[in-house]
């Protein structure tokens, strides 16, 4: 008796139902320099329009984490894309880079083709949201590998930037401000801690229960996706001399600030500078950790760090706010090393 490649749990129908649904969202983030459609092996994206004296294209990677348990559990997977783009797009706009074109994967046991295309229209929307074509991915369905009901999703972004304007903190001195600029919540770092402080295999942490002080359900505060910068930063670098750009996550405060600096840079921040989200005080009080420790896992409440001359702080304020976004001059550079919180 034969067997077959669908005997061994992969049924290649699934992959092209999947496909067949995910076509309306992927186009919605086209635009004239896509070249060719969705099927190819490769993805086409013409630079052919850019006016740059050297341009220089800029990459990166990254996926979600294990922010995904939650939308297991929640059984909502329709914005957990939006946080594979951001967590790409924000990296890249850190050096000036406009964001052109993404990629995305994702991996799971047993392909859902509603499910795939539910995640791929928050990939579609964190897409729009910063200005790049969706121009191609994987899906790989992996009997075996997964849980039931599980997946990965992961993403890559290339953008461009002329090379006389690429940002890399060369220019940051001693005496220089940080304006921070307001986080949508945990954003995609920091969930292995938060998972162990709220659970995530059921609802025994009253996950899904109305908390007054986040003014929603816990479980839906912990699925706001991440929040996308890009349209307000490269704004901002139109009107203003950036002279450098952390994304905060990963490693919070204390590892992701200090790679924008030169040898002999450090920086005060004043932790009562912004209003803290109510989110990141109750995970300081679930877990009892130190104010350093906290801000060496979380974002807390401050999603991208821009550094300016001094001169330029109300200028850049103006300039985010009028974008929609909430900044505050939230410390400045100093001689030494490493970040201080005061």
Do not use: W
Not at 1 to 9: F, L, N, T, V
Not at 79 to 107: E, H, S
Not at 136 to 160: K, L, S
Not at 265 to 282: A, E, H, K, Q, T
């Amino acid at each position: 008796m034969a067997i077959s490649y669908k005997d061994s749990g992969v049924d290649v129908e699934r992959g092209y139902k999947a496909v067949e649904l995910m076509k309306k969202h992927v186009k919605t983030t086209f635009n004239e320099n896509v070249l060719g459609d969705i099927g190819s092996f490769g993805g086409f994206y013409s630079i052919a329009g850019e006016r740059m004296k050297e341009p220089v294209l800029v990459a990166g990677t990254d996926g979600v984490g294990t922010k995904l348990k939650y939308a297991f559990l929640a059984n909502k997977h329709d914005t957990i894309g939006i946080d594979a783009v951001a967590m790409c797009v924000n990296d890249i706009v850190c050096q000036g880079a406009k964001p052109l074109f993404f990629l995305d994967y994702f991996a799971t046991g047993k392909l859902s083709p509603e499910t795939v295309a539910t995640v791929v229209s928050g990939v579609a929307e964190g897409c729009r949201r910063s200005g790049c074509a969706l121009i191609g991915g994987e899906t790989a369905e992996m009997p075996g590998f997964y849980p039931d009901g599980e997946y990965d999703i992961a993403g890559f972004a290339v953008g461009i930037v002329d090379k006389a304007d690429v940002i890399n903190g060369k220019d940051i001195r001693p005496g220089d401000a940080l304006v921070g600029i307001a986080s949508s919540g945990i954003h995609s770092n920091g969930y292995s801690l938060a998972r162990r402080l709220f659970g995530d295999s059921d609802f025994s942490h009253d996950l899904d229960r109305y908390d007054d002080r986040l003014k929603d359900k816990v479980l839906n505060v912990l699925l706001t996706p991440t929040r996308i910068y890009v349209k307000s930063i490269l704004g901002l670098i139109s009107k203003v001399k950036v002279k450098g750009i952390a994304h905060i996550t990963g490693g919070g405060f204390i590892e992701n600030i200090p790679r924008i600096f030169p040898e002999g840079v450090g920086c005060v921040i004043r932790r009562d500078s912004y209003p803290m989200l109510p989110i990141f005080d109750i995970l300081r009080e679930l877990s009892g950790a130190s104010d350093e420790q906290l801000y060496n896992t979380f974002n807390m409440g401050i999603g991208m760090v821009v550094c300016v001359a001094k001169e330029d702080v109300a200028a850049t304020i103006a300039a985010l706010q009028a974008s929609g976004e909430q900044a505050y001059e939230i410390g400045e550079t100093v001689a030494g090393k490493g970040v201080t919180l005061l």
